[in-house]
């Protein structure tokens, strides 16, 4: 059972440039959330999605786009990186219930844009 | 619009001490709040929640309160080791699927 895993890790990538990061979960949860950390903002949501089929904007949804492949998996792009866009990216899924309601974070993906 | 506050000043505590941290939200009335813990280089890890009609709660060494007069939640952890040394975020869910964390307070415990 590993959770929510996050590919890649680290991440270096020049103005301009696209890329995919990929969250997978195997907890079965309905919601998976993508958000991003700088120092001193917190985590900031970016998109989410409630169930498979869905997603929505978050909070900074400006130069992003993300695809929920299927239950499993939510997908965040950025079709042309800016420096701004420099952070730590941290997808979650989450449970809720009548007594519960908790995010599951991955490790993060560390990106860089010069 | 809503905003949540928590200490961004690191907090330093003796080990056997107990620790307290402070998260105050403005504009808007939760359901309930959430804590996480969060290491250096890590995703948060999910610790408590607490709901509005709930004053307090506890799970083991932490307890949580809950003053939605006030607008704050206390994070406590009693008998503090220097393994509790993390940053600790509050949360707060604004409508059925959207949430807001706040900045985090990092805490050390020193030996």
């Known amino acids: 059972n590993a959770g929510v895993t996050q590919t890649p890790k680290f991440q270096v990538l020049k103005t301009g440039q696209s890329m995919t990061l990929q969250c997978a979960q195997d907890?079965?949860?309905?919601?998976m959330y993508w958000y991003r950390q700088d120092p001193g903002m917190g985590l900031r949501l970016i998109y989410y999605?409630?169930?498979?089929?869905?997603?929505d904007k978050g909070e900074v949804p400006n130069g992003y786009n993300v695809s929920r492949l299927n239950k499993r998996e939510f997908s965040l792009r950025l079709e042309s990186a800016a420096p701004s866009q420099t952070s730590v990216y941290f997808c979650?899924?989450?449970?809720?219930?009548?007594?519960?309601?908790?995010?599951?974070f991955g490790p993060g993906t560390r990106l860089t844009v010069l | 619009s809503q905003k949540i506050e928590q200490n961004s000043e690191a907090l330093n505590i003796q080990e056997g001490k107990t620790a307290t941290l402070t998260c105050n939200y403005t504009?808007?009335?939760?359901?309930?709040l959430q804590w996480y813990r969060q290491d250096p280089g890590r995703g948060p890890v999910f610790l408590l929640l607490?709901?509005?009609?709930?004053k307090e709660k506890r799970k083991e060494r932490l307890k949580v309160t809950f003053d939605t007069t006030l607008k704050q939640s206390l994070f406590h952890i009693t008998a503090s080791q220097p393994a509790d040394s993390a940053t600790y975020l509050c949360?707060?869910?604004?409508?059925?699927?959207?949430?807001?964390f706040g900045t985090g307070t990092r805490l050390k415990v020193l030996a």
């Open positions: 907890m079965n949860h309905n919601s």
């Open positions: 504009n808007y009335s939760p359901a309930y």
């Open positions: 949360a707060l869910a604004s409508g059925t699927y959207k949430y807001i």
């Open positions: 999605s409630a169930s498979e089929g869905t997603t």
């Open positions: 607490i709901r509005e009609n709930e």
């Open positions: 979650a899924s989450r449970t809720s219930g009548v007594f519960t309601d908790t995010q599951y």
